[in-house]
């Protein structure tokens, strides 16, 4: 088979087999479509470790970082490790390719004191009842009040949310589907949205939608939105110009942990399917408390 022909078979896998995200399918094929930059349309039989080592290479001379090397070294594992099982080749030339080590960074996270002060500014902004301010405070406390992703966020529909319960159900990756438990700001700022802000948002649109956040035009409310968002907001907060998506996901578990949350209670609230993935947070939080130290004790 062509590589071109068996990264579409393999995408296919990906999402009517193994049902990941279309996120998660994309990243596959942009970093599989990197790799047939190098190796051109050639059989999938011709693809040797020497040419994978050849694509890591480029890549450094590019100046890509190690996490995009890593992750795309994962997704080549992951095609060839396929293609073998399906028998497409005899052997699979991935298995010695040397994943690069990521650099240890810790997430980025914004103080308690941070987040209180930015959720009452964002509370006084929607007081007014402008449909927009009411919308983007009730994104910013749910996010930051149940940890979800941004795209578990964006695909909430109105009859996922119970006001009375304070739950959410989301469906995350691998279409798991887990719900979520939130306090009661949260509860008050959805609950004022969906009285006064989503019908605003929602007269806009050209036909109905049950998407709980809409935007200016009165659709579904897309991640990059969402994304810019949270970037705006909690940059000041942080004291960094570049946020990531996770940003509040990071600081709503962090300050669960700190709380004295059980690990694996905050495994299951994330939706994380391995408690390794939720222990970088053990680290933020020891981190934190270091620093601490460090500037109070006098012997430190």
């Known amino acids: 088979m062509r590589y071109e022909s068996a990264v579409t078979s393999f995408t296919s896998y990906l999402e009517q087999v193994r049902r990941l995200s279309t996120a998660t399918v994309r990243a596959y094929r942009s970093d599989l479509a990197d790799l047939g930059a190098v190796t051109g349309d ?5 693809v040797d470790l020497e040419l994978l080592r050849e694509w890591l290479w480029r890549a450094t001379q590019r100046g890509d970082a190690r996490s995009t090397m890593a992750r795309r070294a994962a997704a080549a594992r992951s095609f060839f490790g396929w293609a073998h099982e399906s028998e497409l080749i005899a052997v699979d030339p991935s ?4 994943t690069p080590k ?9 103080s308690k004191e941070g987040m209180r002060q930015l959720l009452d500014e964002r509370a006084a902004a929607a007081a007014d009842g402008d449909p927009v301010a009411l919308r983007d405070h009730a994104i910013l406390e749910l996010l930051y009040g149940t940890g979800v992703r941004v795209s578990e966020l964006c695909g909430v ?3 996922d949310v119970d006001l009375e319960r304070r739950t959410a159900r989301v469906l ?7 719900v979520v438990p939130f306090g009661t700001p949260a509860a008050e700022a959805v609950g004022a949205y969906m009285t006064r802000g989503r019908p605003a948002l929602a007269a806009r649109a050209e036909r109905a939608t049950p998407a709980l956040f809409l935007g200016a035009r009165g659709a579904r409310m897309g991640t990059r939105a ?6 705006r907001v909690l940059s000041p907060i942080v004291g960094a110009e570049h946020i990531g998506p996770h940003a509040l996901r990071h600081s709503a578990a962090t300050h669960l942990l700190d709380g004295g949350a059980d ?9 994380h399917a391995s408690l390794g993935t939720t222990q970088i947070y053990t680290h933020v939080s020891a981190e934190r408390l270091l620093d601490g130290y460090r ?3 006098p012997r430190a």
């Open 172 to 178: 995350g990756k691998g279409s798991r589907e887990r």
């Open 42 to 46: 050639v059989d999938l039989r011709d």
């Open 263 to 271: 690990l694996r209670a905050v495994q299951e609230i994330l939706g």
């Open 102 to 110: 990521r650099a240890k960074t810790l997430p980025v996270v914004a």
């Open 226 to 231: 969402v994304y810019a968002l949270v970037a």
């Open 157 to 159: 529909d109105v009859d």
């Open 295 to 297: 500037l109070a004790h």
């Open 95 to 98: 298995l010695r390719l040397v």
